[in-house]
């Protein structure tokens, strides 16, 4: 794999736009496995777990007792076993909730061990084929023949190639064709994307109407799960009082991270991830506010010793054009 520059930000960038970047570590994976996988996850899960079949991918939330969000899920769905891939640092949580739910269930559930890889970019696909694993269409994944997973997972809001493995070496994948990328660059594209990430931008407090981008996550038809009564009742009152949005800041100062969304005189929110985007030519931010700030207004970010004007947005923040 290609490496950039020691500090090379703006090349790692240009990687997952143009090209084909390799993300380490921001994934965790539990494994569960057994006869009564489906029935498990359908008392658990929000996504509807009846219909799937092997080798698709979706999305779902795994909720607490009060409908808060414990975690956001990509769910691959194999015959009798699911790989949960969730946020880095929320594996140990999954599964001691799951572990807890389990009540006479054929089911075994386990933490994945070693590290998930993402590959992102308009070429990640030509960097997974050479790595030898069949290239799955999106929305699809697979066992290789050495027994590693290969998942097209995509993002939920652009069009911009995605492709998890879980089993090969970190060396393996650095000398596949691609960049390996840091946290600066992996996190502006993100935020670019829309994508929130629980523990930073999503927690226990949040709810999920507040996520949006639902995108199918969430079954309003099939029955009881985890978290459901509060999910019901919101989506019955027709909205919630909070919301994820993108703010574009109007000067060169990167906010840091909980600072205060202000409009008029009023604390609105709280930024929650912050980055300088290359695409925009300008620090952006996702940020928790109160539904009354709507896309196009101007906010001010506040924190101890600055400040900085913003304009709020409807994510994406982009249309993942392509960078000359």
């Known amino acids: 794999m290609t490496v950039a520059p020691a500090d090379d930000v703006t ?44 080798g698709e991918i979706t999305r779902a939330f795994l909720l607490t007792s009060k409908g808060k969000v414990r975690a956001l899920l990509w769910v691959l769905v194999g015959a009798n076993e699911v790989i949960l891939l969730c946020d880095k640092g929320r594996q140990a949580d999954v599964l001691r909730a799951l572990v807890l739910l389990n009540v006479n269930m054929d089911v075994t559930i386990d933490a994945v061990l070693g590290p998930v890889i993402e590959v992102i970019g308009p070429t990640a696909a030509t960097v997974v084929g050479s790595l030898g694993y069949d290239v799955q269409a999106p929305h699809r994944w697979a066992f290789s023949e050495a027994g590693h997973c290969v998942a097209a997972i995509g993002h939920i809001r652009v069009d911009l190639p995605r492709f998890v493995l879980i089993g090969p070496s970190s060396d393996v994948v650095r000398n596949s064709g691609g960049v390996f990328v840091g946290d600066l660059a992996a996190d502006a594209v993100r935020i670019e994307a829309g994508e929130p990430q629980a523990g930073r931008d999503v927690d226990d407090a949040t709810l999920v109407h507040e996520v949006g981008a639902l995108d199918g996550a969430v079954s309003f038809t099939k029955g009881c799960y985890l978290g459901q009564e509060m999910v019901e009742r919101i989506d019955a009152r027709g909205r919630v009082n909070r919301r994820i949005v993108g703010v574009v800041v109007g000067t060169n100062v990167i906010p840091p991270h909980g600072c205060e969304v202000v409009q008029g005189s009023a604390v609105r929110g709280r930024v929650t991830s912050t980055a300088e985007s290359l695409y925009l030519r300008a620090p952006i931010v996702l940020a928790m506010v109160r539904r009354e700030v709507v896309d196009g207004s101007a906010v001010t970010l506040t924190w101890d010793g600055g400040s900085a004007p913003g304009t709020v947005h409807e994510l994406p923040l982009d249309t993942f054009a392509s960078i000359s």
């Open 11 to 54: 090349g790692e960038y240009l990687a997952l736009r143009t090209g084909a970047g390799v993300v380490a570590d921001r994934f965790e994976a539990v494994w569960i496995r057994g006869a009564d996988t489906t029935p498990f996850l359908q008392a658990t899960l929000t996504q509807d777990m009846s219909g799937l079949t092997a």
